[in-house]
């Protein structure tokens, strides 16, 4: 209740909205110097055009500046693809993680209540021996895929 109390004594004082007025204003700084510094990059690029076309000539230099762009290119996409299995497997993680938390606040939040019931202790230990027995079945038992044991 405390945390509706500062959001709610928060709106009505203004400091929410200063708050956005700084954060909009700071994306439109960026967006701006963004805009500049893709500017300025693109006068470099073309100055090293224009000194490589004087120096090896006009074809030789648009050559070179296509094939680099594609090479760097391919480069970028070869990177993004080889992270991409270690991102999904962070996920992956992240997910299991965020799953488990949820699991266990929820076991605690209903532990009173089923414990106050009329089943008491036998409504909480009946479904943890089942999976645990699950559990124990689920390791001791092969896997009909042969991908899966390679993988272990």
Not at 4 to 21: D, F, N
Not at 58 to 74: K, P
Not at 79 to 89: D, E, T, V
Not at 112 to 126: C, N, Q
């Amino acid at each position: 209740m405390g945390m509706l109390a500062t959001l709610i004594s928060g709106l009505a004082s203004g400091e929410t909205v200063a708050a956005v007025h700084r954060a909009r204003t700071a994306a439109i700084v960026y967006v701006i110097a963004m805009a500049a510094a893709l500017c300025g990059l693109g006068f470099l690029v073309g100055a090293a055009y224009i000194w490589t076309a004087m120096r090896y000539g006009s074809l030789a230099a648009a050559l070179g500046f296509g094939a680099g762009f594609l090479v760097l290119a391919g480069l970028i996409l070869l990177i993004y693809r080889i992270s991409a299995g270690s991102r999904a497997r962070r996920r992956a993680q992240r997910r299991n993680a965020d799953m488990k938390a949820i699991g266990v606040t929820a076991a605690l939040a209903v532990l009173p209540s089923l414990l106050k019931g009329k089943g008491g202790l036998g409504a909480i230990l009946g479904p943890a021996v089942a999976l645990a027995a699950y559990a124990i079945y689920r390791e001791n038992v092969k896997s009909d895929d042969p991908d899966e044991s390679e993988r272990t």
